[in-house]
């Protein structure tokens, strides 16, 4: 049988004689009075509070996003804003309408999820089902006015050439439903701005329904892929900013990046934003970390949606 040898070494306090110190006017601080938060006064201006953010992490990172985005448009380079359907579902969909309005966000692309909840709310205004609930009863997903209305719109927008995203914002914009000046899509269509649905086939509730086109599915995603790579392959001095989606636009970001660079396009010096209350891999990856190596910026900004989107857009309009 092995046997550890025994060790028996004294040990007494260590003497700190001749320990080393300096002054700490020398040393390099991280953190100074001069960065430091300003206690808010009563009815002070949205600048003057935005201003008043300590310029540390987070509060330091949000000032640059803000200050990127404005120096792009302000120089007529991009913003593009990728984003999963919860920003939809939290009710940010009129402060994107307006970013769109005012120039700010130049593209959108989203995943299939999103043309779902900007339907509802454009047809009915409201949105997002008791999934627990209908589930357990086998009606989840099962509005026969989704699933017939957007399979039919995205058949015959992509007869007519055009991919999801437009078809769908046309298909909008040319109904009478009441509230549909609260749609992204119908607004992306109005102002043509590139909008783009990039589809997971059978994670969306409208899949579940007789009238949904396999092959109209499929061509309208792709004709929006490669619409998307244009976008992407124009980043050059812009902004790309995941809003909130974990898996769908991070891949489909770093595809069109890549597409885009292999056909000589210059993409290099861009800055990418995530925005989403957990980091999770494929964001920080793919649209943070891997895709700004070179010479691009990049901020994750951890935080609720319905707080942050709504700061950072505020943040963004007053600087311009």
Known sequence: MFMLKSYNMKYAPIKLDGLKTYSIKDRHSKVSIEKSAVAHAKGRSFSAFADSLPGFLAASDIKAVALAVVQARKNGRPVVLGMGAH???????PLLIDLMQRGIISAMAANGASIVHDFEIAFIGRTSEDVGQELCSGSFGMSSETGKMLNNAIS????????IGRSIGLFIDSSSFPFKDKSIFR???SLDIPMTVHVSVGADIIHMHPEADGAAIGEGSLRDFRLFTSVVADLEGGVYINLGSAVVMPEVFLKALTTARNLGNKVETFTTVNMDFVQHYRP???????PTMGKGKCYALTGHHEIMLPLLAAMIIESL
């Open 87 to 93: 920003p939809i579902k939290v009710g940010l969909s």
């Open 156 to 163: 015959e927008g992509v007869s007519k050439g055009e991919g």
């Open 187 to 189: 607004e992306g269509s």
């Open 284 to 290: 920080r990856e793919n649209v943070l970390h891997r």
